[in-house]
């Protein structure tokens, strides 16, 4: 499991190393690592090859110096450029004279960076808030004109370490190196998006940072010990029974997509609940599943409901979202279910909740606007959980995952925008009510789900559709079984 940690916890972790360290071995440790990634990408034909550093004030900016003068010593032709003079880091700078690089101002940035294979970004550390100032954002965006590369020290100047929020103008990095754990924006969107290939130096903090981090991103072998698996002695009631509420004349496709993202989530038998066409339209292309007309408390046995999908706002729809609110067993919560929710009954209910909104439903749960909850997709998935006592997963360029109470909210490193088709977030739904069946919390359900859906949509032919992403899922099963 990836997880990332917040700066506060980040730095606690580094001064309770730095107390048992020789001073600077820190950072020699966090400069040889960038050295070592930066020689790499310049590969064999690295003499003589010119990288600009671009130098700010903090600890970065001191990597950058530290990692340029390993890369001087090895025939790399090293410049920096000072973004605020007179403020470098010193030792830096020493060392990277006395190795053969060069030192330069602002006023020269345009030059060196014109001719260099390589711009490592040191301007700003991980404590930074904000976009770039524009005396530190113009050679960045002279690099970005240019098309030279950039490696990011420790995270892209610009981007808010703890949130993934993006305000201003910031580096877009084609790899960054991190050191001794990942940041919250390495793993979240906007700043994901702007931080290309991360690679993770050891620095040796490990041992100091708390065990339970502020983000988690699951791995293969995570949700390979996840995935259900039947017994000898299994039946269909005890893999589980998922009751699946979706689908009306207007969006029958819904209910086909949700029982079978249900079917191949591992369910031992899915009950359908809904009118026609969708239930003559389900046993068309799923003959295993046992329909009902409802309403959904008298469909049968289930341990978990699935409602919303395709599911409309009329009468039928509240009475239906209504009754598998009421029942005892977990329930998600999609698409058109999430509009006709009260926060009050959801938090009163005796078992547990999952909401799966994307961007637009859950600016609507919190009633502020769309582009916010994209800006701030951490703090909103954290403030939908609290809101409605529940889990959610926030649908979007990144999937997360936040559980109400607090802990680690949870990252879904799988996704693709192939995913972004109609019908996806039903097959979704049913995949991952098909978890809760199985006996998953729904933190556990939801990130699982949400992982093999991801690498489903990787393997169906392009362009994805989500009937593919469904034929898709036996692969990943198979592949991570």
Same mark, same amino acid.
Not at 345 to 359: K, Y
Not at 427 to 449: F, I, K, N, Q
């Given at each position: 499991?990836?997880?990332?940690?917040?700066?506060?916890?980040?730095?606690?972790?580094?001064?309770?190393?730095?107390?048992?360290?020789?001073?600077?071995?820190?950072?020699?440790?966090?400069?040889?690592?960038?050295?070592? /990634?930066?020689?790499?990408?310049?590969?064999?034909?690295?003499?003589?090859?010119?990288?600009?550093?671009?130098?700010?004030?903090?600890? #970065?900016?001191?990597?950058?110096?530290?990692?340029?003068?390993?890369?001087?010593?090895?025939?790399? $032709?090293?410049?920096?450029?000072?973004?605020?003079?007179?403020?470098?880091?010193?030792?830096?700078?020493?060392?990277?004279?006395?190795?053969?690089?060069?030192?330069?101002?602002?006023?020269?940035?345009?030059?060196? %960076?014109?001719?260099?294979?390589?711009?490592?970004?040191?301007?700003?550390? %991980?404590?930074?808030?904000?976009?770039?100032? &524009?005396?530190?954002?113009?050679?960045?965006?002279? /690099?970005?004109?240019?098309?030279?590369?950039?490696?990011?020290?420790?995270?892209?100047?610009?981007?808010?370490?703890?949130?993934?929020?993006?305000?201003?103008?910031?580096?877009?990095?084609?790899?960054?190196?991190?050191?001794?754990?990942?940041?919250?924006?390495?793993?979240?969107?906007?700043?994901?998006?702007?931080?290309?290939?991360?690679?993770?130096?050891? %620095?040796?903090?490990?041992?100091?940072? @708390?065990?339970?981090?502020?983000?988690?991103?699951?791995?293969?072998?995570?949700? *390979?010990?996840?995935?259900?698996?039947?017994?000898?002695?299994?039946?269909?009631?005890?893999?589980?029974?998922?009751?699946?509420?979706?689908? *009306?004349?207007?969006? @029958?496709?819904?209910?086909?997509? /949700?029982?079978?993202?249900?079917?191949?989530?591992?369910?031992?038998?899915?009950?359908?609940?809904?009118?026609?066409?969708?239930?003559?339209?389900?046993?068309?292309?799923?003959?295993?599943?046992?329909?009902?007309?409802?309403?959904?408390?008298?469909?049968?046995?289930?341990?978990?409901?699935?409602?919303? &999908?395709?599911?409309?706002?009329?009468?039928?729809?509240?009475?239906?979202?209504?009754?598998?609110?009421?029942?005892?067993?977990?329930?998600?919560?999609?698409?058109?279910?999430?509009?006709?929710?009260?926060?009050?009954?959801?938090?009163?209910?005796?078992?547990?909740?999952?909401?799966?909104?994307?961007?637009?439903? $859950?600016?609507?749960?919190?009633?502020?606007?769309?582009?916010?909850?994209?800006?701030?997709?951490?703090?909103?998935?954290?403030?939908?959980?609290?809101?409605?006592?529940?889990?959610?997963?926030?649908?979007?360029?990144?999937?997360? %995952?936040?559980?109400?109470?607090?802990?680690?909210?949870?990252? #879904?490193?799988?996704?693709?925008?192939?995913?972004?088709?109609?019908?996806?977030?039903?097959?979704?739904?049913?995949?991952?009510?098909?978890?809760?069946?199985?006996?998953?919390? @729904?933190?556990?359900?939801?990130?699982?789900?949400?992982?093999?859906?991801?690498? /489903?949509?990787?393997?169906?032919?392009?362009?994805?559709?989500?009937?593919?992403?469904?034929?898709?899922?036996?692969?990943?099963?198979?592949?991570?079984?």
């Amino acid at each position: 499991m990836r997880t990332a940690y917040r700066v506060e916890t980040v730095r606690a972790a580094e001064r309770a190393l730095m107390a048992r360290l020789p001073e600077g071995a820190l950072m020699a440790r966090a400069a040889a690592g960038l050295a070592a /990634a930066c020689a790499e990408l310049l590969g064999r034909r690295r003499y003589g090859a010119r990288v600009v550093l671009l130098v700010g004030s903090g600890d #970065n900016g001191g990597d950058a110096l530290y990692a340029g003068a390993r890369l001087a010593r090895r025939g790399v $032709a090293v410049t920096a450029v000072t973004v605020s003079p007179g403020r470098a880091h010193p030792g830096g700078l020493a060392a990277l004279r006395a190795a053969g690089g060069r030192v330069v101002g602002p006023a020269d940035a345009e030059r060196a %960076i014109a001719r260099a294979r390589l711009v490592v970004d040191g301007i700003t550390g %991980i404590g930074g808030r904000g976009g770039l100032r &524009p005396e530190a954002g113009e050679p960045a965006r002279l /690099a970005a004109e240019r098309g030279v590369p950039v490696v990011a020290v420790d995270l892209p100047s610009g981007v808010d370490a703890d949130t993934g929020e993006v305000a201003g103008p910031a580096v877009r990095a084609a790899l960054t190196v991190t050191f001794g754990t990942h940041k919250p924006g390495l793993l979240i969107d906007p700043a994901r998006e702007y931080a290309g290939e991360v690679r993770l130096v050891d %620095i040796g903090i490990g041992p100091e940072l @708390p065990a339970e981090p502020d983000v988690a991103a699951l791995e293969d072998a995570d949700v *390979s010990a996840l995935l259900p698996r039947p017994a000898a002695e299994s039946d269909k009631y005890r893999r589980g029974v998922v009751g699946v509420a979706a689908g *009306s004349a207007r969006y @029958p496709g819904a209910a086909v997509l /949700a029982v079978g993202g249900a079917l191949r989530g591992g369910a031992g038998a899915v009950r359908y609940v809904g009118q026609a066409p969708a239930d003559t339209m389900v046993l068309a292309r799923y003959p295993e599943t046992l329909v009902s007309g409802g309403p959904p408390h008298k469909a049968g046995r289930v341990q978990a409901w699935v409602v919303g &999908p395709g599911l409309g706002d009329g009468p039928e729809a509240r009475a239906a979202v209504a009754d598998v609110l009421a029942a005892g067993v977990p329930v998600l919560v999609d698409a058109d279910g999430l509009r006709l929710l009260d926060p009050e009954q959801v938090r009163a209910r005796p078992a547990p909740t999952l909401l799966t909104p994307h961007a637009g439903e $859950a600016a609507a749960l919190l009633g502020t606007e769309r582009r916010r909850v994209e800006e701030s997709r951490l703090a909103s998935v954290r403030a939908l959980a609290e809101r409605y006592g529940a889990t959610v997963l926030l649908k979007g360029s990144t999937t997360l %995952i936040a559980a109400p109470g607090g802990g680690p909210v949870r990252v #879904n490193p799988t996704g693709t925008p192939w995913l972004a088709t109609a019908g996806s977030g039903d097959v979704l739904s049913g995949l991952t009510g098909a978890l809760l069946a199985a006996g998953l919390p @729904p933190m556990d359900a939801a990130s699982t789900a949400a992982y093999l859906h991801g690498e /489903a949509a990787h393997l169906a032919p392009p362009p994805a559709m989500a009937s593919t992403v469904v034929e898709a899922l036996p692969e990943v099963w198979a592949r991570l079984l």
